[in-house]
């Protein structure tokens, strides 16, 4: 996805009368924008991008988010960007803890800091259907 392309969605997005989106809500802006991505996903970068836990995104949450799912191929990838709050391209074990806090998850931490390879390998046996 270019930065024209995302300029042009969060510039749609603030054509919008609303404010903020619910999951679902977010799920239809996303097709009408002709990004395809499973309710689950966007339920993920929800419960991570939400920062006052109203479980809707803000115009704010949303630029941030739509710049992680552009950069991103899958689900995990999503997720490393969206915890990796620092932007360092590492996760550290505190945006773990906080990872694992707002996913609900209990992922075993033994290291300060994971790489995007070794964050997909510990989230995979929770992305599983």
Same mark, same amino acid.
């Given at each position: 996805?270019? #930065?024209?392309?995302?300029?042009?969605?969060?510039?749609?997005?603030?054509?919008?009368?609303?404010?903020?989106? #619910? !999951?679902?809500?977010?799920?239809?802006?996303?097709?009408?924008?002709?990004?395809?991505?499973?309710?689950? #996903?966007?339920? !993920?970068?929800?419960?991570?991008? *939400?920062?006052?836990? *109203? /479980?809707?995104?803000?115009? /704010?949450?949303? @630029?941030?988010?739509?710049?992680?799912? !552009?950069?991103?191929?899958?689900? !995990?990838?999503?997720?490393?960007?969206?915890?990796? #709050?620092?932007?360092?391209?590492?996760?550290? @074990?505190?945006?773990?803890?906080?990872?694992?806090? @707002?996913?609900?998850?209990?992922?075993?931490?033994?290291?300060?800091?994971?790489?995007?390879?070794?964050?997909?390998?510990?989230?995979? /046996?929770?992305?599983?259907?």
């Amino acid at each position: 996805m270019t #930065t024209d392309e995302i300029n042009a969605i969060t510039e749609n997005f603030d054509k919008l009368e609303k404010n903020e989106l #619910t !999951a679902s809500e977010l799920v239809d802006f996303l097709k009408q924008n002709h990004i395809q991505m499973p309710i689950k #996903t966007i339920k !993920a970068i929800i419960v991570l991008s *939400d920062d006052n836990n *109203d /479980q809707k995104i803000s115009k /704010q949450e949303f @630029r941030k988010v739509i710049q992680y799912i !552009a950069k991103s191929h899958s689900l !995990a990838e999503t997720l490393f960007h969206v915890a990796d #709050t620092d932007n360092s391209m590492t996760v550290s @074990r505190k945006e773990m803890e906080i990872f694992n806090l @707002r996913m609900g998850w209990n992922i075993v931490l033994n290291k300060e800091q994971y790489t995007l390879e070794e964050f997909q390998q510990m989230v995979s /046996q929770f992305l599983v259907e």
